[in-house]
Each structure stands twice: as structure tokens, then as C-alpha cells.
């Protein structure tokens, strides 16, 4: 078959369940091909290996049972770069985009940050971070920290790390536990907030990754716990939340985090999504945004 007799096939078998069947078709082709879209557009006639298009049928033949095309081409981009991802950490989202996003227009102009991501998974977040932000002379630059409860989705941050060349501590345990009493100037948390799993499109997804007990809110009331006992405590906390938690996470914070301010911001959709916790009188203090982006 050609590259555009192989597209068609793939088109017609992933139209029956998928949303958009070209692009995934072309994705998967191009992840196999090892080559950017661009070329299956240009080379529309050029013969494919029999071994490259038996293994593109498989993939379209795992993507109509429901497999995310990020994790059968084994990656998924997230700000502008490409990121490895498979089935033991979460693939990133435009929404965390926008955490990132948020984070980037308070965090740029200041010197000398720790900043720890909790629960990184893919490590798109900090490592993404770890490149945005505006490299300072020594010792004014940023220093870079991330841990997960899984060992293998550290070991999928790690990677990426090494992809992106960026330098960053990893640690694996619960939360806040790897670090001891250790403080950082800023710390991000992308936890599981879903009370269920709704969407069958994240049925291949880590579970752990996305359901938290007590409606969602489990976790990050463990991590407002930990930050409470912090001394000297972090200035900033950054979290993605539900769309329905910007008052309960505003309640849990006045009864665990009294002395931070909270803020809800809401996402290109209109709705909460993110969350400020501001320490006030400590010289990190976030500059104010807009709360929708």
C-alpha cells in the first residue's frame, strides 16, 4: 500500500468510533514512519514496509477499543514539545497548559525559587518550567525538584528530563514525604481531583492518577496537612482543581491553611480549574493575573 492508500483504510476503521480519524490516522503513520505529518503529505504515493503497515493496523485496531493515540505512539505534546508518555502516568492536558500558563506570569520576575512539583507523572510540568522560565546568573536561577508515589512514573519523568536536558531532583513517596522538612519557595500539585472516572475515554488511564477519595479532595487535603507543619513554610501553592471545587478547596484551606490567601482562577472554558494559595508577607508574593486565559 502507499502512505495515502494506508491513510484512507485507517480513516474508514477509525471513523466508526473516533472523533477525529484523519488526524489519528496520520499521527500513528507518522509515529511509525518517524517523520512529521508534513512528509505523509508530500509523499502520498510512496510505498510502505508490509512490517510498518502491519503494526499500523494494530494500532488502529487498539485505537477502536478505546487506546489513547498518545499512548500507541508513545507521545503527546504539551507546550509546544513533545513528551514520552505510556501507560503508568497520566497524558498531559491542554488544561495543565493553563496551570503552567499561570504559573509562568507570577514566577518569571522572581530570584532564587525552589520549586517542587508533587505527583509530576510525565514530569510535564516542572520540566516544562525548568525551560520557560528565564535562566538568571548564579545563584539567582531557579532550582528544579519532582516526585510521584510511582517509581515507574518517575522513571517516565526521568526520561523526559534527559529528552528536554533539563536538571531536576526527583524523589518517589507520598506527597511531601520524600523531602522531609525541606522548603520550597513555590510547590505545584497536579493531583487526582476526579471523585469517578466519567469519561471512557480514560479507561487506559492510571486510575491513581485520577480519583482521589472525599470527592475528589483527598489528596490535596493530605498535601494542605503537610504544608501546615512546614516551618519556615512555602510562600505559594499552586494546585489544578475540579470544576466544582473552587469552594470546597477555598473551605479546606481556611480550616488547614489559614494564614494563605486563596484564589480560583478559571480555565479558556470558563470554569475553575486552578487555585492560588499566597502566603502573605513573605517576599515571594505572586503578581495578580487575569483570572481567566
Known amino acids: 500500500m502507499t502512505i495515502h492508500d494506508l491513510i484512507n483504510l485507517g480513516i474508514k476503521?477509525?471513523?466508526?468510533?473516533?472523533?477525529?480519524?484523519?488526524?489519528?490516522?496520520?499521527?500513528?503513520?507518522s509515529h511509525?514512519?518517524?517523520?512529521?505529518?508534513?512528509?505523509?503529505?508530500?509523499?502520498?504515493?510512496?510505498?510502505?514496509?508490509?512490517?510498518?503497515e502491519k503494526k499500523f493496523l494494530t494500532f488502529v485496531n487498539r485505537r477502536l477499543?478505546?487506546?489513547?493515540?498518545?499512548?500507541?505512539?508513545?507521545?503527546?505534546?504539551f507546550y509546544g514539545r513533545k513528551f514520552y508518555v505510556d501507560k503508568n502516568v497520566l497524558?498531559?492536558?491542554?488544561?495543565?497548559?493553563?496551570?503552567?500558563?499561570?504559573?509562568?506570569?507570577?514566577?518569571?520576575?522572581?530570584?532564587?525559587?525552589?520549586?517542587?512539583?508533587?505527583?509530576t507523572g510525565s514530569g510535564c510540568i516542572i520540566i516544562t518550567l525548568a525551560k520557560e522560565l528565564s535562566p538568571l546568573p548564579a545563584p539567582h536561577s531557579p532550582l528544579f525538584f519532582a516526585s510521584d508515589i510511582s517509581p515507574k512514573a518517575i522513571a517516565v519523568a526521568k526520561k523526559n528530563a534527559k529528552l528536554h536536558k533539563v536538571k531536576i531532583k526527583f524523589a518517589d513517596g507520598n506527597l511531601l514525604e520524600p523531602w522531609g522538612k525541606q522548603k520550597f519557595d513555590v510547590i505545584v500539585a497536579n493531583l487526582?481531583?476526579?471523585?469517578?472516572?466519567?469519561?471512557?475515554?480514560t479507561k487506559f488511564e492510571p486510575t491513581k492518577a485520577l480519583i482521589a477519595k472525599n470527592k475528589g479532595l483527598d489528596l490535596i487535603e493530605k498535601l494542605f496537612k503537610q504544608i501546615s507543619?512546614?516551618?519556615?513554610?512555602?510562600s505559594t501553592l499552586f494546585l489544578e482543581i475540579g470544576r466544582d471545587q473552587g469552594d470546597?478547596?477555598?473551605?479546606?484551606?481556611?480550616k488547614l491553611l489559614p494564614a494563605y490567601q486563596t484564589k480560583i482562577?478559571?480555565?479558556?472554558?470558563?470554569?475553575?480549574?486552578?487555585?492560588?494559595?499566597?502566603?502573605?508577607?513573605?517576599?515571594?508574593?505572586?503578581r495578580a493575573v487575569r483570572k481567566s486565559f
Open 265 to 286: 482562577f478559571k480555565d479558556l472554558f470558563g470554569r475553575n480549574r486552578y487555585a492560588i494559595f499566597d502566603l502573605p508577607g513573605q517576599p515571594a508574593k505572586p
Open 248 to 254: 470546597p478547596i477555598k473551605k479546606l484551606a481556611r
Open 13 to 29: 476503521k477509525l471513523s466508526k468510533t473516533s472523533d477525529s480519524p484523519a488526524l489519528d490516522a496520520e499521527v500513528l503513520l
Open 229 to 234: 507543619s512546614l516551618s519556615p513554610a512555602s
Open 32 to 52: 511509525l514512519l518517524d517523520r512529521p505529518k508534513e512528509y505523509l503529505l508530500t509523499n502520498p504515493e510512496k510505498k510502505i514496509d508490509p512490517k510498518i
Open 192 to 201: 487526582p481531583y476526579l471523585a469517578e472516572r466519567t469519561d471512557a475515554s
Open 65 to 77: 477499543l478505546g487506546w489513547p493515540v498518545a499512548y500507541l505512539s508513545k507521545e503527546k505534546q
Open 91 to 119: 497524558i498531559p492536558r491542554p488544561e495543565t497548559e493553563g496551570l503552567v500558563r499561570l504559573m509562568i506570569r507570577n514566577l518569571k520576575d522572581r530570584k532564587n525559587l525552589k520549586i517542587l512539583d508533587v505527583g
